[in-house]
């Protein structure tokens, strides 16, 4: 039979304490939700931190033309929502590498004089929608491939997610 007074007398006795306080540490609930919630808030922090953006979609679509006229892709890619940020930055070196990011940054301003803002738009998601008339077939080489883009009319979207700290980013383009 274990007698507890006396296990704690020899050092045979501490992997058994140690053992007792990491179960009690393991399936204590409240514990584990602390933990939960931990690695969540570490998940949502650069959602809160992210200063990369407008007050409004307005400003920080002109943030992010003013960063390409500059030549500063970098910057540019941090105007889109975090898990875009990378793809764009990829995408705005080749333009850059094309020599086509100076008519990018023309034709998004062209845009923005046609928009309309999206009925479905609220306090945390606003939309610009715009039509384009593509008079001819055409092809487009993005990413290595040749793109068809057929004539026709088009209505295109641009959207905007508003983050918790408080600052417009793309969401696409």
């Known amino acids: 039979m274990l007698n507890w007074r006396n296990i704690f007398k020899s050092w045979t006795g501490v ?3 140690i053992l007792v306080v990491l179960a009690g540490v393991w399936f204590f609930p409240g514990y584990r939700s602390w933990q939960i919630q931990r690695a969540y808030d570490k998940v949502e922090e650069p959602y809160y931190t992210d200063t990369y953006g407008g007050a409004t979609p307005e400003e920080t679509y ?3 033309i003013d960063a390409l006229k500059d030549g500063d892709v970098e910057l540019a890619s941090r105007y889109f929502v975090i898990y875009k940020q990378d793809d764009w930055l990829k995408t705005l070196k080749e333009y850059e590498k094309s020599g086509i990011i100076l008519s ?5 301003e062209d845009t923005k004089k046609i928009w309309k803002k999206s009925e479905k738009s609220d306090e945390e998601t606003t939309s610009f929608t715009y039509k384009v008339l593509i008079e001819e077939d055409d092809t487009a080489t993005f990413e290595g491939q040749e793109i068809n883009i057929p004539a026709g009319n088009y209505t295109n979207e641009t959207v905007f997610i508003k983050y918790p700290s ?3 980013k793309l969401e696409g383009l």
């Open 104 to 108: 990018f940054a023309k034709e998004l």
């Open 166 to 168: 408080g600052v417009w």
């Open 15 to 17: 992997p058994v304490l």
């Open 62 to 64: 002109d943030l992010f």
